[in-house]
């Protein structure tokens, strides 16, 4: 976040965490499809990068159970999924999913294009793809994890407290050693719900920034963050028209104080309150970082969160296809 001061202290976390509920099931709804990945064999290659832990704590108290540290452990595996010989000189992508827990067409976009699709590409291209980085966030439908850090501002080493980011930049920065080359394109793939209005405010104004949550920008479609240092722009603009014949593309003239040109959104990752973004750690290793912004309410359910869900596979298609 901002370079501010938290304003927030262990109680004032605490306080935030003794208000979630179980809401989902990371072992029923994501666990059991990478099982079922572990089962399909070469090429796919499903991998352990580690467990959550409670970093020192005894136990967790949620929505009426407790959680012994042991318990909390065996509850969230991390799992992801690699597709090749990093070392064999081919392009090389990587997808995350869930960063931020709640927003979860980026977790079933990502297994959708593990069960479908990349097998057809496997091939041409490696993949590192990382379907759901914060599973407790999954489960309570939260942007925080559980001691209230936020995964997608933790992208850097001065927060070894977010295990969500660290040991996923573990894996890649070891993949990228021995690729012995750059990433050919990263995506992170997120979306931008009503929900955000509830879920913003409180994020900035921890940090006294006051914001309300009619300042909360909902653009009604699609867009896409582009790192400003990437190599080959024209791949932006394929995702775009893929994803267009799926789900309509944002038509706000502004998105965030940056211009939206076509869908489009070119950021140069300053923000001081972007500090520690997935998008900025993959630049440093990926010749072109993207990460999408979907409206899933952009229809009346069931078609929104499908159609949601369809525009992330589109996305990682979009770079494939273009390549």
């Not at 370079?3 to 989902?24: A, H, I, M, Y």
């Not at 499809?33 to 990068?49: A, E």
């Not at 992170?188 to 940090?207: A, C, S």
């Not at 995702?239 to 489009?264: F, L, M, Q, W, Y």
Request: charged share 25%.
């Amino acid at each position: 976040m901002d370079p501010r001061k938290d304003t927030w202290n262990e109680s004032d976390k605490l306080e935030w965490l003794s208000k979630q509920r179980f809401q989902r099931s990371y072992a029923e709804q994501v666990l059991s499809r990478i099982d079922k990945l572990k089962q399909v064999g070469q090429p796919l290659q499903v991998k352990s990068y580690g467990k959550l832990t409670l970093q020192g704590r005894q136990q967790l108290v949620i929505d009426g159970a407790t959680l012994t540290a042991l318990e909390y452990e065996d509850r969230y595996p991390l799992y992801y999924v690699q597709v090749g010989d990093l070392a064999n000189g081919k392009p090389s992508l990587i997808v995350t999913g869930g960063t931020h827990g709640y927003e979860e067409s980026g977790v079933y976009g990502a297994l959708e294009f593990l069960e479908k699709d990349v097998q057809e590409y496997a091939d041409r291209f490696n993949f590192l793809v990382f379907p759901c980085l914060s599973p407790f966030a999954y489960e309570v439908n939260q942007r925080w994890v559980h001691n209230a850090w936020d995964p997608n501002r933790s992208f850097d080493r001065s927060k070894p407290y977010v295990p969500e980011s660290q040991l996923v930049m573990d894996v890649v920065d070891e993949a990228r050693k021995l690729a012995g080359q750059d990433f050919i394109a990263a995506i992170d793939l997120h979306e931008t719900p009503d929900r955000d209005k509830v879920m913003m405010p409180p994020q900035y104004q921890r940090y006294g920034i006051n914001i309300t949550s009619d300042d909360v920008l909902i653009p009604k479609g699609y867009y896409l963050i582009s790192d400003i240092a990437n190599e080959d722009p024209g791949m932006a603009t394929a995702i775009i028209e893929s994803v267009r014949k799926v789900t309509p593309i944002a038509p706000d003239p502004e998105i965030h104080g940056e211009k939206n040109i076509e869908g489009v959104v070119v950021s140069e990752g300053t923000d001081p309150t972007h500090r520690g973004l997935n998008q900025n750690y993959m630049k440093t290793l990926a010749k072109n970082a993207f990460t999408t912004e979907i409206y899933p309410e952009i229809h009346p359910e069931p078609r929104g969160s499908q159609e949601a869900i369809q525009a992330q596979r589109a996305t990682i298609l979009g770079v494939l296809r273009y390549l």
